[in-house]
């Protein structure tokens, strides 16, 4: 061969190639270089799920994934790594949290994520005191009770929208019958609403 220039190979598997240059006094030195073949496939996430998907702050759910052609399988944050490739594991996030499940082998990286929705949001209580207004203009407390929300809206006719507290009350002075929509938002843009009358005689 030239003492410069280029070949192509097509190996089948991993090959080690050894080149010899020769001088012409017949001394020679060699230089090896290896083709690592490899088998192309990375690793194929099946799935990779919580059950449930939203909880309680501080409840438990599950992850459970199933993976194949993986050597290594690592899930953050705090699972942990070198994991079974179908299996599931407990965790009780405080907030919601979305979960990465990492797999990998000599050909590659795949990733997968999951979120735990936490804060499921419910309006316990919204009411008015009193019921019956005596006459218009006269003053009517508004009370709410609130689970895992972040804050609330209250909206009605005489009464500017305010973002208030979880858990409060607001005083209102209705002229007429009026209506109030409670809105309380959770911690992963969850909301839900609930609308009272309060009658003015």
């Known amino acids: 061969m030239a003492p410069n220039g280029s070949t192509q190979v097509s190996p089948a598997q991993t090959t080690t190639y050894t080149l010899t240059a020769t001088s012409n006094d017949g001394r020679s030195v060699t230089a090896p270089v290896t083709v690592t073949v490899s088998t192309g496939t ?34 953050s944050p705090g699972v942990g790594s070198n994991l ?12 919601s949290t979305t979960y990465t499940l990492t797999a990998t082998n000599a050909s590659g990286t ?37 689970e895992n929300a972040t804050s609330v809206v209250i909206v009605g006719a005489d009464f500017a929208p305010q ?16 209506t109030y929509t409670l809105t309380a938002y959770g911690p992963a843009g969850q909301t839900v609403s609930v609308t009272i009358e309060v009658f003015v005689r």
């Open 42 to 75: 990375i690793p194929q996430v099946v799935t990779f799920v919580a059950n449930p998907p939203t909880i309680d702050p501080g409840a438990p759910t599950q992850l459970c994934w199933q993976v194949t052609g993986s050597t290594n399988i690592t899930i």
């Open 163 to 178: 973002v208030l507290q979880p858990n409060g009350s607001t005083t209102v002075r209705p002229i007429s019958n009026a």
């Open 110 to 146: 795949i990733q997968a994520n999951t979120t735990v929705t936490v804060g499921q949001i419910r309006i316990l209580s919204f009411t008015s005191d009193p019921v019956f207004s005596q006459k218009a203009g006269d003053p009517v407390t508004l009370s709410w009770k609130t």
């Open 84 to 95: 079974n490739a179908n299996d599931c594991a407990t965790v009780r996030p405080s907030t």
